[in-house]
């Protein structure tokens, strides 16, 4: 696999966990809304939407390079909520689990 397929694969990954987050987020909301846990939960929407929109963003125009510290921003940017995306989704399965026994 060259270097441009490999960056291609990781973004639409990205995009991907961020779409799960999304979901996961949405149902938790829906389930601890009357609670009043449904911050903690609408924080994966949040972040699982900004990870879909920049993968999306540099999947569809790649940055112009206009200021050179910009792709470095985004890859920064995208790589913590990818991380904390799968961390959250890790979170919210090891909680939820033991409540569905």
């Given at each position: 696999?060259?270097k441009e397929?490999?960056?291609?694969?990781?973004l639409?990954?990205?995009a991907?966990?961020?779409?799960?987050?999304m979901?996961?987020g949405?149902i938790?909301?829906?389930?601890?809304?009357?609670?009043?846990y449904f911050?903690g939960?609408?924080m994966?929407?949040?972040t699982?939407?900004?990870s879909?929109?920049?993968?999306?963003?540099?999947l569809?125009?790649?940055?112009?390079?206009?200021?050179h510290?910009?792709?470095?921003?985004y890859?920064?940017?995208?790589?913590?909520f990818?991380?904390?995306?799968v961390?959250l989704?890790?979170?919210?399965i090891?909680?939820v689990?033991?409540?569905?026994?």
């Amino acid at each position: 696999m060259n270097k441009e397929k490999l960056s291609k694969l990781i973004l639409r990954i990205e995009a991907t966990i961020g779409v799960i987050a999304m979901l996961m987020g949405t149902i938790l909301t829906v389930a601890v809304w009357n609670e009043g846990y449904f911050v903690g939960a609408m924080m994966m929407i949040v972040t699982g939407a900004i990870s879909v929109f920049l993968g999306f963003k540099e999947l569809v125009q790649p940055s112009d390079h206009v200021f050179h510290w910009l792709p470095l921003f985004y890859k920064i940017v995208r790589r913590s909520f990818f991380f904390l995306n799968v961390v959250l989704i890790g979170l919210v399965i090891l909680t939820v689990a033991p409540m569905l026994e």
